[in-house]
């Protein structure tokens, strides 16, 4: 369990999407007690707060229908892309691009659960680290790379949506010079690690929705307040989702907020098609508001969540107004901004970093005030002065 906790806490200390900067320059609480062994995580609370009715309500509400949702999606996808494989025309092409649009908004309803086995595959840097990496997914396909297994720090962006975003985007001026680069020289080649992108995806899905489907008893039941324990480790992966991959990869870095203000377009989410990005932001901060509130992925059911342990601990209610309050104004800064943030940054990249400065308002209220009161350390550390 021990090491456990110290590979997670490790993992986390450098955000994904600045590792990918660094390595291409581009510029851009009281102390848990590890369980002894045997323990299994559950160290006794100090409350008498049923956690195992947010687990619960967690797993069967959110994380397994929010999967199988995005799998459907996938699978739409992956068919999608095996008939433009044999068919490299317009027709299919912009199936290509739908399903892939389609796919892309539903990866934020998952990407937040970052744990189990999604962990230890690497799934959220396979599937989402941006910007896509042009140079490693141009030398893959010139050395015939038909099948991916794994990602190294050097190959952060040539796999996933990103990767799948430039090869059906980012390949010349419209639909026609896409079309050709399938259908000319190496076009074997290209269809070949198309192909290994989409397979690599849906292999790793199929093993995270396997590892979900078989280990209900084991999540819900791990109900104790340890390091290792459902609750505790899937908090902090919900706030680090907020943080460095709502706040600082969607935000702060495109914007340059924490640099010198000089905007990035490369760095939005979606470069290729950046008229999605704004709606990327809206689904992952949707996901954010689902698991904090415990609405149901259908959005039809309100169920236990963390403001339910809240009120449950009772003498939180400022705490509880403020975090509304503070919701509320994120998603009306959303709203404001551009479909396009590309066209954004290059206008009034001004009405992007509002919603950084709107999120970096609820991160002390949940890292440091809701944490405190629930009794959970964080397992990730950072230096954002927050």
């Not at 299919?92 to 908004?105: C, D, H, P």
């Not at 098609?273 to 709606?279: A, G, R, T, V």
């Amino acid at each position: 369990m021990a090491l456990l906790f110290l590979k997670r806490l490790m993992k986390k200390l450098i955000p994904i999407f600045i590792i990918y900067i660094l390595l291409n320059s581009c510029g851009g609480g009281s102390s848990d007690v590890l369980p002894s062994p045997g323990n299994n995580g559950n160290t006794t609370t100090n409350d008498s707060f049923d956690r195992k009715t947010i687990l619960a309500s967690t797993y069967d509400n959110i994380i397994v229908p929010a999967y199988n949702d995005f799998n459907n999606k996938l699978i739409y996808l992956k068919s999608s892309i095996e008939l433009f494989s044999n068919s490299p025309d317009e027709i299919n092409l912009n199936e290509v691009r739908t399903n892939w649009r389609s796919a892309y908004i539903a990866w934020q309803n998952i990407a937040m659960f970052d744990i189990r086995e999604a962990e230890i595959v690497f799934f959220s840097k396979i599937m989402n680290s941006y910007p896509a990496n042009e140079d490693v997914i141009n030398a893959n396909i010139d050395n015939s790379v038909s099948q991916l297994v794994g990602i190294s720090s050097q190959e952060l962006g040539s796999t996933g949506f990103p990767a799948l975003g430039y090869l059906i985007y980012g390949l010349g001026n419209d639909s026609n010079d896409v079309i050709t680069y399938y259908s000319s020289t190496n076009s074997a080649n290209r269809i070949g690690y198309l192909n290994a992108v989409i397979n690599q995806m849906t292999t790793n899905t199929n093993l995270i929705i396997q590892d979900w489907n078989n280990n209900r008893s084991d999540f819900v039941n791990s109900s104790g307040n340890s390091a290792t324990s459902s609750l505790n480790l899937i908090t902090n992966d919900f706030l680090y989702y907020l943080e460095k991959r709502v706040r600082e990869a969607k935000i702060a870095i495109p914007t340059a907020v924490r640099t010198n203000f000089v905007p990035l377009p490369t760095h939005v989410e979606s470069f290729y098609k950046p008229d999605l990005c704004k709606k990327l932001l809206e689904q992952a901060f949707l996901s954010v508001e689902r698991f904090y509130y415990g609405i149901s992925f259908d959005g039809t059911e309100l169920n236990s969540g963390l403001k339910s342990y809240l009120e449950y601990l009772g003498n939180n209610e400022t705490l509880i107004s403020e975090i509304d309050t503070k919701i509320d104004q994120v998603n009306i800064e959303i709203s404001q901004v551009s479909d396009d943030f590309i066209t954004q940054l290059n206008t009034d990249p001004t009405e992007i970093s509002d919603i950084f400065y709107k999120i970096q308002d609820i991160v002390p209220l949940m890292k440091t005030d809701m944490l405190s009161v629930f009794n959970i350390s964080t397992d990730y550390l950072d230096n954002d002065g927050d």
